[in-house]
């Protein structure tokens, strides 16, 4: 009967958050007994038999410490907080799941909070410092800031509260370490397997010109024609929208603009999507690919790239890696020791398929 009733009480407890006091009350001993058990205190004069039945309480109970009480003793809560406007986005997953990946590996978790960062007069205003207000009352240890595309951003000052890592992005103020791609070296892993395949006449439909993407890869391209007594030809560079409508265009805009003996025999396409573009503008024209043009991407947007036909050569944005080393930087930062560098360079590899 004494059975039932305490399993009665369990239940009507259970309806609502359980206390320290329940666990208390249930094993018929003091709140302080509880807590000296629950903080494993060898030191305290608690007999085994009144530890088994607070550990039974407990358990019967459903009791979880208070985890903002349990950080603010301990000092530390296990969580990163990661805000983002990439959740929706193509490469989210990879992002995520290397910070994710890599947390666990250190036994820490993320709170992951969306924004707009891009929206700062619409409707969304207020969203990203009203997302690290909450990751900060979650009490996280440190904050990863990730960006759809590589760019300078203006952090919200309340970020710099707790240690700050900011990943395929840099903050324009050079206050707060960085994690981004490393074009540069992307855009010569491109141009070197063009010209290892035996082009020297290659076409680069390009990015907006201003942006950290188009002037790392094109600086890229130049250098590695350079280093093989090469220069790019500035009519064979056309800028176009990052799109497959923009790619189109341009490729359209290349093909047509010689006869065929001064036709660029590849073309590097500064995303997936307007490679895919090209792809019509080349199959348009009776030209077969990598036959009589070869093409290279960027970015590996799987979706596009390995669905193309043939296949897309392109090279990738490291987006999982750079997600764990922005987690991995972040725990040397809360751990109080220096970083190697303010600006960390991530390689872009190239993967190879079927259109070179």
Request: aromatic share 4%.
């Amino acid at each position: 009967m004494a059975n039932t009733t305490n399993l009665s009480k369990a239940a009507a407890v259970r309806q609502r958050a359980v206390t320290m006091k329940d666990v208390a009350n249930h094993a018929g001993v003091s709140r302080t007994a509880v807590s000296f058990v629950l903080n494993n205190r060898q030191d305290a004069s608690i007999s085994e038999d009144t530890r088994a039945r607070i550990k039974d309480a407990v358990q019967a109970l459903g009791y979880r410490p208070n985890a903002g009480a349990r950080a603010l003793a301990s000092q530390r809560s296990d969580w990163y907080g990661i805000v983002t406007e990439i959740v929706t986005a193509p490469f989210a997953v990879d992002t995520i799941k290397g910070a994710q990946d890599q947390a666990w590996l250190d036994r820490r978790f993320l709170l992951i909070a969306p924004s707009d960062q891009a929206d700062a007069v619409g409707p969304n205003k207020g969203m990203e410092d009203a997302a690290i207000e909450k990751l900060l009352e979650q009490r996280v240890e440190g904050l990863l800031y990730a960006a759809t595309f590589h760019r300078g951003v203006h952090v919200p000052q309340s970020a710099h509260e707790v240690p700050t890592v900011l990943i395929n992005c840099f903050d324009v103020d050079g206050k707060l370490p960085s994690i981004v791609p490393d074009e540069h070296g992307g855009g010569r892993v491109a141009i070197e397997r063009l010209l290892k395949a035996g082009h020297q006449r290659i076409g680069v439909i390009n990015l907006d010109p201003t942006i950290p993407a188009s002037v790392g890869r094109l600086a890229g391209a130049r250098e590695a024609l350079a280093e093989a007594g090469l220069e790019l030809d500035p009519e064979l560079v056309v800028t176009g929208h990052a799109t497959a409508d923009g790619g189109y265009d341009a490729a359209c805009q290349i093909l047509d603009r010689y006869p065929e003996k001064d036709r660029p025999t590849a073309l590097f396409c500064l995303n997936d999507r307007m490679a895919m573009g090209a792809y019509d503008a080349i199959k348009e024209r009776g030209l077969r690919i990598p036959e009589d043009i070869a093409v290279i991407g960027f970015d590996n947007q799987e979706l596009i790239a390995a669905y193309l036909r043939p296949k897309l050569t392109t090279v990738a944005l490291p987006f999982q890696k750079m997600g764990a080393l922005g987690v991995q930087t972040l725990a040397i930062l809360t751990a109080g020791q220096p970083i190697i560098a303010d600006q960390q360079l991530v390689d872009c590899p190239l993967l190879e398929r079927s259109s070179v």
